[in-house]
């Protein structure tokens, strides 16, 4: 599985911006593609998924997203289904830091996309700064 993140800069508040992952490898069912960021000094927390539980991704899929950002960020695929986006607008400098694409497979009883250590592979990450 490759993941490669793209669409990262600086922006100011109230703006937005739209992040890409092109996803390679992917087989199997029952996965998901999450965005997850890292602030400055802080740990990863996922803050977008969008699960599978068939061979391929769909905008019909279910997803999750984390408080702080439901309403503001969605999370989508392109007509390829093998990009992963992440649209995030009303952006606020709480929303700075590095964003990152990650897979993970479904637990036995949950999926598990608000857990960072959940996901198996990940991007090299793009940076995000939300600043006047």
Do not use: H
């Amino acid at each position: 599985v490759r993941l490669v993140e793209s669409g990262g800069g600086l922006v100011q508040p109230g703006g937005s911006l739209r992040l890409s992952c092109a996803t390679s490898g992917l087989k199997g069912t029952d996965y998901a593609i999450g965005w997850i960021r890292q602030a400055p000094g802080k740990g990863r927390e996922p803050v977008a998924c969008l699960m599978t539980d068939d061979d391929s991704l769909s905008d019909d899929d279910p997803t999750y997203y984390r408080d702080s950002v439901r309403g503001r960020f969605a999370i989508s695929t392109d007509m390829t289904k093998k990009t992963v986006l992440l649209d995030m607008r009303a952006l606020k400098p709480e929303d700075t830091g590095t964003y990152y694409c990650g897979y993970l497979e479904k637990g036995i009883y949950t999926w598990g996309c608000e857990e960072p250590y959940r996901y198996k592979y990940w991007g090299q990450g793009t940076q995000v700064t939300v600043s006047s």
